[in-house]
């Protein structure tokens, strides 16, 4: 089996430190947790950013200032800016930190539901993201949500909306409100990916380590962090994204799934030596 690439999603829109105080906010933070998660076995970085305050922005300057402090405490690391930002933003703020020429971003593939706000994701903010994409030479993480969003995404890179084989597609199960995290669903949604593309899977709160589980054991790839899930087990917070990262590390060890260094994850996702 190819060896795991393990996906760090350090902080998000969401969660904050009256959840879990490690949630990083400051450069500072972000830079710490991203070097713990990098450092326990994280080859993929997914980066949101926020003000001091823990306000989140998709300010271009707040990421031009993070995005290259994390790259150096993380050498090779691959860095997944976010595009989908938090509900509410309008599409041209989501879209500032592709200005940047990331060599990755994610790009949210439908509107849903999202606890008790609506994420939108029009057919014109995804025309608008794709075509973003594919002029500034951007590697989409297609990120769904819900199994429609699969569809959505693949009738696009058909008609050269969006950038197409080989596509990397991030499952997000469990969110409140879309498709709950369970193995049935995440192989509905796997069998229906292009042979040649690559998957990782998301599970949100208590989906977050069933489906790390059976990431590892169906040959995708796996993401954990504080923008997903803060408990390293039932009742436990965990001390840092690193935790989270070491967890799947164990987890893959114990089931003999091997994990993939940033330069081994490069050539998976069929990116640039770095
Ligand atoms: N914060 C969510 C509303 C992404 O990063 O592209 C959207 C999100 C997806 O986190
Ligand atoms: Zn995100």
Not at 13 to 29: F, I, L, Q
Not at 144 to 159: P, Q, S, W
Request: proline fraction near 6%.
């Amino acid at each position: 089996m190819e060896k795991l690439i393990i996906t760090a999603a350090i902080c998000g829109a969401e969660v904050t430190k009256e959840h879990n105080p490690a949630v990083p906010y400051t450069k500072e933070e972000m830079v710490r947790e991203a070097k713990a998660a990098y450092d326990a076995g994280a080859a993929v970085i997914h980066v949101h950013v926020r003000w001091d305050d823990g306000t989140p922005t998709q300010d271009k300057a707040r990421f031009a200032e993070i995005l290259p402090a994390i790259q150096e405490a993380c050498p090779g690391a691959i860095l997944i800016p976010s595009t989908g930002g938090a509900t509410g933003m309008t599409p041209e703020e989501r879209l500032q930190p592709t200005e940047l020429m990331p060599e990755m971003a994610t790009l949210d593939c439908g509107t849903c539901n999202f606890g008790d706000d609506i994420f939108v994701n029009d057919m014109p903010t995804m025309r608008a993201f794709g075509k973003r994409m594919l002029e500034n030479g951007i590697k989409p993480e297609y990120e769904c949500f819900e199994i429609g969003h699969l569809d959505t995404v693949l009738a696009m890179a058909k008609k050269g909306l969006v950038p197409g084989a080989p596509m990397q597609f991030n499952f997000v199960l469990g969110v409140n409100g879309c498709t709950p995290a369970t193995v049935e669903n995440l192989a509905f949604l796997v069998n229906k990916i292009p042979a040649g593309s690559t998957w990782t899977v998301t599970g949100v709160g208590r989906g977050a380590w069933p489906m790390a589980a059976a990431g590892i054991i169906m040959g995708g790839h796996v993401r954990v962090g504080f923008e997903d899930n803060i408990y390293l087990a039932r009742g436990h917070k965990a001390a840092s994204n690193g935790e989270l990262v070491a967890k799947v590390v164990r987890l893959a060890k114990e089931l003999g799934r091997e994990v993939a260094t940033c330069d081994e994850a490069r050539e998976i996702l069929g990116l640039k030596k770095h």
